[in-house]
Structure formats: C-alpha cells, structure tokens
C-alpha cells in the first residue's frame, strides 16, 4: 500500500510517498459469528442468544458442558489438558458464558481440520480457557507472586472498599462475575474455589457492607471518584445496584462513578435488558443533575470480542446519557502482545463500538500467571509502537499496577535491572495505611519480570536464591 503525503521541507512543499507503515490501518466490519457451528448450539434461536437469561442459564463451567456444545470435534487431548490444567493449576473456575465461547476460532467449526490447534492459538481461548500446557513448565509462577497482590484487602477503608489513592476509592461490591477470566487479579476473592485455590469469604453481609462504604464516604469528603467493582457489578441484582449508585450521587463530594463490568463485552445481552436500560436512564439523569460523570469501564482483550452485540450494548449505554463507555483491557502474551493485536483491538472498540481505549494493564504477579506476564522492557517497546496511530485521547497507556504503589504508566520507570528483572518504582501519595511513614514517598517499591524471559546469568541468581528463599526475604539487590 502507498500513500501520498505533503511535507514542507525547508521552504518548499515537496511531495512525500510513505509506504509500508508498520501498522496498516483500515476499518474493519464487526462480525458476530454464527453459533450454529457449535453442534450443542445449532438450533439456538437469535432470540435466545439474545436474551440474557438464555445467556446465563446456558454458561460453560466444566468440561463436560464444554463437549456438549462443542460435540465430538472437541479433541481428546486437549480436553485432558484442559482437565489437568483445572486440577493443578487453576486459580479460578470455569464460568464461559456463550456469547464469549462464540468469539473463539470464529470462522471454524469443531471437527474441521486444524480446528484444535485454531482453538489452542485463540487469543480469546488463552485467557478464558487455559490449560496445562500453556503454563510455564520452569517458573509456573513467580516466586513473589501473591494472591491479592495488589494488597487491596490490607488498604480496606471498610470490609471491600480499597482507599489506595488521595481522591479515589475501589468499592467491591461483590465477589462474582458472569464470566471468570484465567487471569484475574482478584483471584482471592472472587469466583468459586478451585482445588489448588480457596476463596476469601467476606465477613460481614452484602447490605451491611454496602452501608458501611456510604457512611465511610460520607464521612471521607476528600474523595470524589469511586470505582463501582465486584467481580462485575452486572452480577448484582439491578435494584441493589442502582439504590447504590443512588446513595454515592446523593453524597455530594462524589463527582465521578464508574462501573465495572466486563460482561459489556462478556455478556452484553445483559445491559441490552430492558430493567437495565431503564435504571441507567434513571441514574445518567440524576447524575446529570447532579454535576456527576458516571462511566462504565469494560474489559475487552482480543478485537474478536467486539462484535455487533457488544456494539450495541455500548451504544445503549450511551444514549443513556452517561459520559462514557471506557476499555481497560490487560496485556497477555499470547493474546494481544503484539503492537497489530493491541492497536486492531483499540480501532475495533473507538471505531465500531464507540469505547474509548483507555488503559492496558500489565498482567499482575498472582500465582500461575507466568506465561501470561510481559517484561517491563516489552511492555514499553509495545506503547511505544502503538503511538501515532491513535488519537491521543484515544491511545491506550500501558500501565503497571506496582503493588503498595498503584497505576504507573510503563515509562515512569525510577530504576530498572534487566538482568535480574527487577524495576523500582517511587510514588507522590501516600496510601491508606502509610498515614505516619516518614518513607512513604521516598522509598522505592519493586516490580519483577518473569524470570524466564532474562538472561542466563539473572536466571540462575533467581535459581539460587529461590532455593532457600524465605517469605520475608528482600530480595532488592
Ligand atoms: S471479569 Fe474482572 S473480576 Fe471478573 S474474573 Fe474477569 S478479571 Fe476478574
């Protein structure tokens, strides 16, 4: 392809041919594949695909359901893998609703040729569905992975609400999601147990909680911003939801709201429901008497994912008269760790579904998540490949959730030891529980690499050390 440029260049106007851009633009069709080709699926109506209690009485949460849709074009083999990968190494269990399963290998069906290994290389597959032999043989994990590793549970204000930042709160509402994603940073909390994980309960009831986080932030005005999560609220009953959202617009230091909630893309028949579209009017006009933003910030990884349904859902919302539908996707190898793969899925959502792309997570050091994990270095070679293209508001920043710290964008790096994998970060706020620290915001905070990717010499200091390593050791060189 060529394109023709004009350039001034000194005094002159000359004329420019570029070619070859290492990324080629062009507006791609949203396709919602047909599920027929799913023999489990072949007399599914579109009304039924339609509907979200269809969708959710109809989810994957185990290998057998999985062969029922898929039929015998499901391989032996990589059931067995998918089966061993959820006995030893799952941190979270299955739950796959429909309209997900349907974005994977979506121009193939099972039993055609090569649809095993289609279904294998599947971005949308690798984070949904892992199996065994996807993880790291070597370094399943890295050695100061943790659950909760973003020590959210430590900086609650009350039981589920997370004041890591000056202005800004995380309130958990609930401990599920119509969909579970392999990769989930609160593998603590959320989702059933595995056989390798346990699940932290909360202590107090729903209703108490939730009470308790309004009187915290009624009586905590320097925060205006609070992030609505779970889990995902679309698991919370629609009246429960909105008599929250309710409460934080009546608090009046409240200015922004945002909605957590992957099921936009995972599950979208879910906010195309008449109750929900009626209760978003009610809160986008309250809001709007109020002088309040609210948004909704999705989760999308793969461009596949964003189909016309998920198109529609975002358009839905919007005319709701909220300020936003947002993208906060996470980098995983394998799935979107290529500047093609991150800049196809960005254009996709600003393009076709109208949600802005905002930020793109590093995968966090939670047990089991090594194949999935980037290096730092990677992380920065792929925003740097992915500038220009976009406009600026819409260009995603590569973030890195650095534990007691929070979101630093990928180049605000303090130190960086690409031998050993290890980057030292520094912040400028102290967070909930750093109240009384002098060192607060002069110490520096570590983040790792996965220890497979650097070279020889880092691989074996790691190796030596992990032999007698103990779990208060610091490992800062
Ligand atoms: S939707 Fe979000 S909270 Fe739910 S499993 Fe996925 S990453 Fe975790």
């Given at each position: 392809m060529s394109v023709r440029l004009s350039s001034w260049i000194g005094l002159g106007k000359v004329g420019l041919t570029v070619t070859d851009q290492p990324y080629a633009y062009q507006r791609r069709e949203l396709i919602e594949p047909d599920w027929r080709r799913f023999p489990g699926w072949a007399d599914v109506t579109a009304a039924q695909w339609e509907s979200a209690q269809w969708q959710r009485a109809h989810c994957v949460k185990n290998i057998r359901q999985l062969r029922q849709v898929a039929g015998p074009g499901l391989s032996e083999a990589f059931c067995a893998d998918l089966e061993r990968d959820q006995r030893e190494r799952a941190t979270m269990s299955m739950l796959v609703p429909p309209q997900m399963l349907n974005?994977?290998?979506?121009a193939a069906a099972p039993g055609e040729p090569g649809f095993t290994e289609a279904l294998y290389a599947d971005p949308v597959r690798r984070y949904?569905?892992?199996?065994?032999?996807?993880?790291?043989?070597?370094?399943?994990?890295?050695?100061?992975?943790?659950?909760?590793s973003l020590h959210e549970a430590e900086m609650w204000a009350v039981e589920g609400l997370t004041h890591r930042y000056p202005t800004k709160v995380l309130a958990e509402?609930?401990?599920?999601?119509?969909q579970y994603c392999g990769h989930c940073t609160r593998m603590d909390l959320v989702g059933n147990p595995t056989p390798t994980i346990g699940k932290h309960k909360f202590g107090q009831g729903r209703d108490d909680r939730l009470a308790a986080m309004i009187a915290y932030l009624k009586a905590t005005p320097g925060v205006r911003d609070v992030v609505v999560s779970g889990g995902d609220v679309a698991n919370l009953p629609w009246p429960r939801l909105e008599a929250f959202v309710t409460d934080l617009l009546d608090v009046?230091?409240?200015?922004d709201i945002r909605l957590a909630t992957k099921a936009l893309m995972g599950m979208p028949q879910h906010w195309l429901g008449d109750e929900v579209r009626a209760g978003m009017e009610r809160l986008g006009a309250r809001a709007r008497e109020r002088g309040v933003s609210i948004a909704i910030h999705t989760h999308v990884?793969?461009?596949?994912?964003?189909?016309p349904l998920v198109a529609r859902a975002a358009q839905a919302m919007l005319d709701t008269g909220i300020r936003d539908v947002r993208n906060q996707g996470v980098l995983l190898r394998g799935v979107n760790d290529s500047p093609e793969a991150l800049l196809d899925l960005s254009f996709a959502l600003l393009d076709e579904a109208k949600i802005m792309p905002y930020y793109l997570y590093m995968c966090d050091m939670i047990p089991g998540s090594e194949h999935w994990r980037l290096s730092l270095a990677e992380a920065q070679r792929l925003q740097h490949a992915i500038m220009g293209y976009l406009p600026g508001f819409a260009t995603p920043r590569i973030v890195c959730d650095v534990p007691y710290v929070g979101k630093r964008w990928v180049h605000q790096v303090s130190r960086y030891d690409t031998d050993l994998g290890i980057s030292h970060w520094t912040k400028n706020y102290r967070t909930g529980i750093e109240a009384g620290d002098p060192l607060a915001l002069s110490r520096e905070y570590p983040y790792y690499d996965p220890i497979y990717l650097l070279p020889e010499h880092g691989q074996r200091w790691w190796r030596e050390r992990d032999r007698d390593r103990s779990p208060e050791l610091t490992l800062v060189p």
């Amino acid at each position: 392809m060529s394109v023709r440029l004009s350039s001034w260049i000194g005094l002159g106007k000359v004329g420019l041919t570029v070619t070859d851009q290492p990324y080629a633009y062009q507006r791609r069709e949203l396709i919602e594949p047909d599920w027929r080709r799913f023999p489990g699926w072949a007399d599914v109506t579109a009304a039924q695909w339609e509907s979200a209690q269809w969708q959710r009485a109809h989810c994957v949460k185990n290998i057998r359901q999985l062969r029922q849709v898929a039929g015998p074009g499901l391989s032996e083999a990589f059931c067995a893998d998918l089966e061993r990968d959820q006995r030893e190494r799952a941190t979270m269990s299955m739950l796959v609703p429909p309209q997900m399963l349907n974005t994977m290998v979506p121009a193939a069906a099972p039993g055609e040729p090569g649809f095993t290994e289609a279904l294998y290389a599947d971005p949308v597959r690798r984070y949904m569905i892992p199996v065994f032999s996807d993880r790291r043989a070597d370094w399943p994990s890295h050695p100061y992975a943790t659950r909760d590793s973003l020590h959210e549970a430590e900086m609650w204000a009350v039981e589920g609400l997370t004041h890591r930042y000056p202005t800004k709160v995380l309130a958990e509402l609930l401990p599920t999601c119509p969909q579970y994603c392999g990769h989930c940073t609160r593998m603590d909390l959320v989702g059933n147990p595995t056989p390798t994980i346990g699940k932290h309960k909360f202590g107090q009831g729903r209703d108490d909680r939730l009470a308790a986080m309004i009187a915290y932030l009624k009586a905590t005005p320097g925060v205006r911003d609070v992030v609505v999560s779970g889990g995902d609220v679309a698991n919370l009953p629609w009246p429960r939801l909105e008599a929250f959202v309710t409460d934080l617009l009546d608090v009046g230091s409240i200015r922004d709201i945002r909605l957590a909630t992957k099921a936009l893309m995972g599950m979208p028949q879910h906010w195309l429901g008449d109750e929900v579209r009626a209760g978003m009017e009610r809160l986008g006009a309250r809001a709007r008497e109020r002088g309040v933003s609210i948004a909704i910030h999705t989760h999308v990884n793969a461009a596949q994912s964003v189909t016309p349904l998920v198109a529609r859902a975002a358009q839905a919302m919007l005319d709701t008269g909220i300020r936003d539908v947002r993208n906060q996707g996470v980098l995983l190898r394998g799935v979107n760790d290529s500047p093609e793969a991150l800049l196809d899925l960005s254009f996709a959502l600003l393009d076709e579904a109208k949600i802005m792309p905002y930020y793109l997570y590093m995968c966090d050091m939670i047990p089991g998540s090594e194949h999935w994990r980037l290096s730092l270095a990677e992380a920065q070679r792929l925003q740097h490949a992915i500038m220009g293209y976009l406009p600026g508001f819409a260009t995603p920043r590569i973030v890195c959730d650095v534990p007691y710290v929070g979101k630093r964008w990928v180049h605000q790096v303090s130190r960086y030891d690409t031998d050993l994998g290890i980057s030292h970060w520094t912040k400028n706020y102290r967070t909930g529980i750093e109240a009384g620290d002098p060192l607060a915001l002069s110490r520096e905070y570590p983040y790792y690499d996965p220890i497979y990717l650097l070279p020889e010499h880092g691989q074996r200091w790691w190796r030596e050390r992990d032999r007698d390593r103990s779990p208060e050791l610091t490992l800062v060189p």
